[in-house]
């Protein structure tokens, strides 16, 4: 095929005659406004404003997720027309709810030339519930309008809110992500879904399925199976509204700390405060920090910190705060190597005390040597009140960590930090396995990872997320793409590699490692009704979970136009 004109990238497979023919039709049912027939304009915009569609930072230039272009329907009967056309042309598809997944690819494609369906003008808040503390959202709702929509309404809810609040509330629940308040597990929260399939029928899960039934959003389980999970890291639908379990404000609430003096301790540390999860006495999860993203939290009080944490990541050819230094200067400073923020939330302040009393019980049995745990801030609602989150007094270098769910963007700030104080154009890899709360393999894989980044002269920051069950140990990487993108590359994929001969995986992942990952998940499985008796050998290539994710994918997408390649399902071959 020859190349496009303009050097405009097209879908595989498509010359630029039928893709404008595609794009032409695709805007009689939008309008020309909501199409893009490029990716340079038209997204809702990156932490630097960039208005471009497709992986933001990439990661070296060995892969490519440039989409060919954009369509942003505004309602369900739109998306069900642009699916129709897509059919008939077979275009893939990609779908975006407000495009910000930073660090796993954006608003990028696993294929290159996919069409971005992006849904963020689909933007409406179907209804709040106060007494029963839920909401139904569409697609482009996200965590700051959600906030603001029950703060104008004066409703007693802390809404859930990730790190960053500009994302989609629809978005980060289907890619498993999670806030900060004891509502946190978005995927846990979510209570019914309505859902557009490949084919362009639109289905309503659990007790939506009921006509007229108020259950929706307060029962998951409907009736009979539950098709929900297909709809996670998926490319089997496209989630048009979803309903979301929230935080009932408490009447009294605290943000609590817990250090730990060395790097060893993590297990101990992660033990004591899952089995205080398990119990419910902490109800939201608790993030660790090491001693470099301590520091980053303070440089703007302690400017003296600057050259130290910062300055190394100057040196020519990219340096790294050492892990060394970091230890010591927690050591310096008293921070702990480990720091655990978590918080308290109850309906009355007497239940509060009881169970900071019993925190501190627990953590004085487990006996961690020097281990130190405080309330940095504690308010109480007046008799019979509940508390108003916008309202709370918490000291600016609490505020970042949104524990009673306002969302800001202050953490967007971090991605200054490579290459001194206001560097912009950086971008960060999140490495995100998953660990089990014995904590002795996430202690082993800290020490190995820890000094795997050290060795690429990258700062490392750890952002782990402890449940009761599990810990999320996010590495974070922060890099210069024009210049650093293909060490942090390499890093990556050692870190995957280590994983891999481990036996643990992610929990997400960036485009680029979406087979990778679907690949450890080769259980093999055994055969079924018409399947030779193979021996262990043939078994085990078959991969019993992607086989069945598959066979959905050809029923529910039988063109296949959704997300192809989305966490390593695919119905046909690669179109490249
Ligand atoms: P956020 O803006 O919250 O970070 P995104 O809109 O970037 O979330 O979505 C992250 C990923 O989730 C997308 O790349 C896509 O794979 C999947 N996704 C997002 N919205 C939908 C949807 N409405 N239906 C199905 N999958 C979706």
Not at 125 to 145: L, M, Q, T
Not at 218 to 238: A, E, M, V
Not at 298 to 323: E, F, Y
Not at 398 to 403: G, K, M, R
Request: aromatic letters at 10%; charged letters at 20%.
């Amino acid at each position: 095929m020859a190349a496009p004109p303009n050097g405009r990238v097209l879908p595989p497979s498509f010359d630029i005659n039928t893709f404008d023919k595609v794009m032409d039709a695709m805007a009689t049912i939008v309008g020309s406004d909501n199409v893009s027939r490029d990716s340079f304009h038209g997204n809702l915009g990156g932490p630097g404003g960039e208005l471009f569609y497709g992986d933001i930072w990439p990661m070296g230039d060995t892969t490519d997720h440039t989409p060919s272009g954009a369509i942003r329907p505004k309602s369900v009967d739109e998306v069900q027309e642009i699916v129709k056309v897509a059919n008939r042309y077979k275009l893939p598809l990609w779908t975006v709810s407000r495009g910000k997944n930073l660090g796993y690819g954006a608003s990028g494609a696993v294929v290159r030339g996919s069409v971005i369906l992006d849904l963020h003008r689909m933007n409406k808040i179907i209804e709040v519930s106060e007494e029963h503390a839920y909401a139904i959202v569409e697609p482009g709702v996200s965590f700051f309008d959600l906030y603001n929509y029950i703060q104008a309404k004066g409703y007693r809810l802390w809404p859930s809110c990730p790190a960053l609040g500009w994302g989609s509330v629809l978005g980060n629940t289907l890619e498993r992500g999670f806030g900060y308040t004891p509502n946190g597990e978005h995927a846990e929260q979510q209570c019914g879904m309505e859902v557009m399939l490949g084919t362009g029928e639109v289905v309503r899960t659990g007790m939506g399925a009921l006509p007229g039934s108020p259950m929706w959003p307060l029962f998951k389980g409907g009736y009979g199976p539950s098709i929900d999970g297909l709809f996670y890291q998926s490319n089997l639908g496209i989630v048009t509204k979803l309903g979301i379990h929230l935080t009932p404000a408490p009447a009294s609430f605290a943000l609590c700390e817990l250090s730990v003096p060395s790097q060893d301790q993590l297990i101990s540390m992660v033990r004591t405060l899952a089995h205080l999860e398990r119990e419910n006495v902490i109800q939201n999860h608790t993030s660790i920090s090491n001693p470099f993203r301590r520091a980053l939290a303070d440089l703007t009080t302690c400017p003296d910190l600057v050259p130290r944490v910062l300055g190394p990541g100057l040196q020519s050819g990219g340096g790294c705060a050492t892990n060394a230094d970091m230890t010591a200067l927690a050591k310096e400073r008293g921070w702990g190597y480990w720091t655990g923020d978590f918080a308290l939330y109850a309906a009355s302040p007497a239940i509060l005390d009881a169970n900071w009393a019993l925190v501190h019980e627990r953590i004085a049995a487990a006996g961690i040597s020097g281990a130190c745990v405080k309330i940095t801030f504690r308010a109480d609602a007046a008799p019979n009140e509940r508390l108003n989150a916008s309202k709370l007094a918490v000291p600016s270098e609490y505020t970042a960590i949104p524990q009673y769910g306002v969302p800001g963007t202050q953490n967007a700030s971090l991605m200054e930090t490579r290459g001194g104080p206001n560097a912009k154009g950086n971008g960060h890899i999140c490495f995100s396995p998953l660990f089990s709360t014995d904590g002795i393999e996430m202690q082993a894989w800290w020490d190995r990872a820890q000094q795997m980044a050290e060795d690429a002269r990258f700062d490392v920051f750890a952002d782990f997320h402890v449940y009761g069950r599990y810990v999320l140990a996010i590495a974070l990487v922060v890099y210069r793409p024009h210049d650093e993108g293909e060490r942090v590359k390499g890093l990556f994929e050692r870190w995957l590699e280590d994983a891999e001969k481990h036996g643990v995986s992610e929990y997400r992942t960036h485009l680029d490692y979406m087979d990778r990952v679907r690949g450890q998940f080769n259980w093999p499985g055994g055969s079924g009704v018409g399947a030779e008796a193979g021996g262990g050998q043939e078994r085990g290539k078959q991969d019993a979970l992607g086989q069945v994710l598959r066979r959905l994918k050809g029923v529910l997408d039988p063109e296949g136009i959704l997300g192809q390649g989305k966490s390593g399902i695919w119905t046909v071959p690669a179109r490249t």
